[in-house]
């Protein structure tokens, strides 16, 4: 097994040597098959999301989804995450304090279609809610904007059945396009960004949510007597 390929190490690597007797690292079988279930987990929610956004093409002529994308936490971005919570570096520990392991971003046209989204997801009979964080109602203080779930889903394998949590963000294009490159210019640089410029990015978060909301109502202007459903917002 290549290290390096697996955890994103090599043996030289000081977290590898810090945490070379960590179970992580010993119970490799365990941990791949760990991995394979959470991305199970993962394949099993963008199945739910893809049949919605089908359904109100076919209904609608709407697809709520621009596009999605996935991604599996990284090892050493696991390992990282528990030593700076001062937790076991172990697979159980693993499984019992870190919920967004599993991810799936997915980009929707309008702020209507968050909401009906994340509706008709986590009121299906086999998810169950675990958190919910909403950062459109309440934006961070440097203005990002997103719709954050994790739910529990069921993973059906050979012998037994697994619930696996996927965190799920829904935002819009806008909201992508902005923390994106939000992301892209903090990266590493949290304290080198001047504190004008976190003022700049901010007030472009806000230009952004405010070009979404105008979208938002021409989009409802052209809609007129259309039959789609108007979301509920029971997230708050």
């Known amino acids: 097994m290549q ?3 697996l955890f994103g190490l090599n043996t030289s690597d000081s977290l590898f040597e810090e945490n070379a007797d960590s179970p992580l690292f010993q119970n490799l079988r365990d941990f791949i ?19 919605l956004d089908e359904e109100f093409q076919v209904r609608y002529d709407h697809n709520p989804i621009h596009h999605m994308e996935t991604r599996l936490k990284t090892p050493r971005s696991i390992i990282e995450k528990l030593k700076r919570r001062d937790l076991p570096v172990t697979l159980d520990s693993m499984r019992e304090n870190i919920l967004d392991i599993a991810g799936i971003r997915v980009i929707c046209y309008y702020i209507d279609d968050i909401y009906r989204m994340a509706e008709l997801l986590i009121t299906q009979d086999d998810i169950t809610p675990i958190r919910t964080r909403n950062y459109i109602a309440h934006p961070k203080a440097n203005g ?15 012998e037994r059945r697994e619930m696996v949590p996927v965190e799920v963000q829904i935002r819009t294009i806008a909201m992508d396009f902005w923390a994106s490159l939000d992301h892209e210019m903090r990266y590493k640089k949290e304290d080198d960004v001047p504190p004008a410029l976190r003022d700049e990015l901010r007030d472009c978060a806000e230009a952004a949510a405010a070009l979404d909301v105008r979208m938002q109502e021409i989009h409802q202007k052209l809609l007129e007597k259309d039959q789609q459903p108007p979301a509920t917002h029971i997230i708050n």
């Open 3 to 5: 290290y390096k390929e």
């Open 33 to 51: 098959n760990l991995r394979q279930l959470y991305d199970a987990g993962i394949r099993e929610v963008r199945t739910k999301l893809e049949i």
């Open 144 to 158: 990002y904007r997103s719709l954050h779930l994790v739910v529990s889903v069921p993973v059906f394998l050979a």
